[in-house]
């Protein structure tokens, strides 16, 4: 079984850039579209990028849009997230998941596979 583990957190002030990482393991990832998502304390899971098995279709919610870049290695079995100029709302407990397909969306049951999350804060 797949198993996703998210790195890379950390307590930053707002304007700061953190890049995640998530290395997948017990599975190949090539075939497969993958996601990040968040969750802020109180509120649901939310989807924050997804990118497609070759890396070629990309998408963010809007809030995001501009400032995070998701990008993959699939020779390394890694997806990463670059986040600059954070901001104070950006904080939460991010997820990578491993989508059931090619291509994938915002919903989370799309996704079948989740890492633990690691933990952002952004300072204001």
């Known amino acids: 079984q797949m198993q996703l583990v998210e790195s890379g957190g950390g307590l930053v002030q707002a304007g700061d850039s953190l890049r995640l990482s998530c290395a997948a393991s017990?599975?190949?990832?090539?075939?497969?579209?993958m996601a990040w998502f968040r969750q802020a304390p109180g509120k649901e899971r939310e989807f924050v990028a997804t990118?497609?098995?070759?890396?070629?279709?990309?998408d963010y919610t809007d809030s995001v849009k501009g400032r995070f870049a998701i990008s993959r290695d699939n020779e390394k079995n890694m997806v990463y997230l670059q986040m600059n100029s954070l901001k104070f709302e950006d904080t939460g407990v991010y997820y990578c998941?491993?989508?059931?397909?090619?291509?994938?969306?915002?919903?989370?049951?799309?996704?079948?596979?989740w890492g633990q999350g690691t933990q952002v804060t952004v300072s204001a």
């Open positions: 998941a491993t989508a059931r397909g090619y291509f994938s969306g915002s919903s989370t049951r799309q996704y079948e596979y």
């Open positions: 017990g599975g190949d990832i090539s075939r497969k579209a």
């Open positions: 990118i497609s098995w070759d890396g070629i279709t990309i």
